[in-house]
């Protein structure tokens, strides 16, 4: 993207961040005592991503101190795609099942966000800003909690962590890895069999996709804005142009793809493959410490920079247990909760709160976590690319299975 047009593109952001913190300094804060009367006994069926059991034994502990705090239970859902739920919240509001419907929260941003907000699935008022945490964050700071994929949140989803796409690779074998989309075709051709992406519609593989996207066409600025507006095919033909090349190059040449990314890191700890992709920037020193992968991998963005985003939780127009879905969202925007999935040892996740809203003891702890020794610093961080338009999401999507679907 050119410098011009991210500049004018992170000045809407702002413009909309701006607007979300004067909605949450106006609105009127949760009445906590009255949330927790209406929740006792109540049970949040929290609808979330099941494919990695670290992110799985968090949401267990949280589900642990809603029934110890609140005489809440947590059930969680494990998803393989978050798609399925939004297809199954749509099919509900369509047979009329106004209430007690069969999610309470949802794990959930870009696309599936968009979608929900368009088809009217989300509770119709500004809920996550009267959240007693949501005073520790700042939209001014972090603009991405206001706007997911380019869409105005609202308040209508809680954030709950940060994600940058990140390459991890391991020493042992790889010198000089890769730092752009240029010279990972080049490493890929050079070595045959050594290099894979998860299989969209996961969302790693089509955040591959993007990413690729983003570095190789000329005309970046359409990304930003609903596909409709753009001319898809000559936007996407440098994408497709370079797949076209590397895909006989790929792991089982091409024919057959991880179906998400633990399976790609899998892929990497068996010596299969060199590389691995994920959001978490903490995975791997997490992996490492549970003996997972090996020590020797390492990680490192594209000097360009990797797109960034925040993920966020939901809470469908029907739910039947709305208060206790909010009282979990708050406690997992909590600085406890924050600090202990920021923990490489535990999930490594990026905090959403400000550094400077909390107390000083909170600050201390946060500084002192471990960085694990495969994590990247703030400052190897920095360059970070936004999301582009979910609506760019399932185009890409289609366009991929047309061209490589056989390999399913």
Not at 275 to 295: K, R
Request: proline share 7%; net charge negative.
């Amino acid at each position: 993207m050119s410098r011009k047009h991210l500049t004018a593109f992170k000045h809407l952001v702002t413009a909309v961040a701006m607007m979300g913190f004067a909605l949450s300094s106006a609105a009127a804060m949760t009445d906590i005592a009255a949330l927790e009367e209406e929740a006792k006994g109540q049970t949040v069926y929290f609808n979330a991503w099941g494919g990695d059991e670290k992110i799985n034994a968090y949401i267990s502990w949280a589900g642990q101190q809603m029934k110890e705090r609140y005489d809440v239970s947590v059930d969680h859902v494990k998803l393989t795609d978050t798609a399925a739920a939004v297809s199954r919240i749509l099919a509900e509001k369509t047979a009329g099942r106004a209430d007690d419907g069969s999610v309470d929260l949802l794990w959930v941003n870009g696309e599936n966000f968009a979608a929900m907000k368009r088809a009217g699935l989300l509770q119709d008022h500004d809920w996550v800003t009267s959240l007693p945490n949501w005073a520790l964050t700042d939209a001014t700071e972090l603009p991405a909690i206001a706007l997911d994929f380019a869409v105005p949140t609202d308040g209508r989803e809680s954030p709950w962590g940060r994600a940058q796409l990140v390459f991890f690779y391991d020493s042992a074998y790889v010198q000089t890895p890769p730092h752009d989309a240029a010279s990972l075709k080049d490493y890929i051709l050079s070595h045959p069999g050594r290099f894979t992406y998860p299989q969209p519609p996961d969302f790693m593989g089509l955040s591959f996709l993007k990413q690729i996207l983003t570095e190789v066409t000329a005309m970046p600025e359409a990304l930003y804005q609903p596909v409709e507006e753009a001319d898809f095919e000559a936007v996407t033909a440098p994408l497709w142009a370079y797949l076209d090349e590397v895909t006989p190059a790929l792991w089982r040449r091409g024919t057959a793809y991880p179906q998400n990314y633990p399976a790609q890191r899998q892929l990497v700890a068996d010596g299969e493959v060199d590389i691995y992709i994920a959001f978490n920037p903490a995975d791997a020193s997490s992996a490492i410490a549970q003996g997972d992968l090996p020590d020797t991998v390492r990680s490192y963005i594209h000097r360009s920079g990797t797109i960034a985003n925040v993920h966020f939780l939901a809470i469908p127009f029907n739910s039947g247990s709305s208060a206790g879905a909010k009282l979990l969202a708050n406690l997992l925007l909590s600085p406890e909760a924050q600090l202990r999935k920021a923990d490489p040892a535990i999930w490594g996740d990026p905090s959403v709160l400000s550094q400077a809203r909390l107390t000083a003891d909170m600050q201390a702890q946060f500084a002192g976590l471990p960085k694990g020794v495969a994590t990247l610093g703030p400052a190897d961080l920095a360059k970070t690319l936004p999301e582009p338009h979910p609506s760019w999401v399932p185009r890409l999507e289609q366009a991929w299975l047309a061209r490589y679907g056989a390999a399913q």
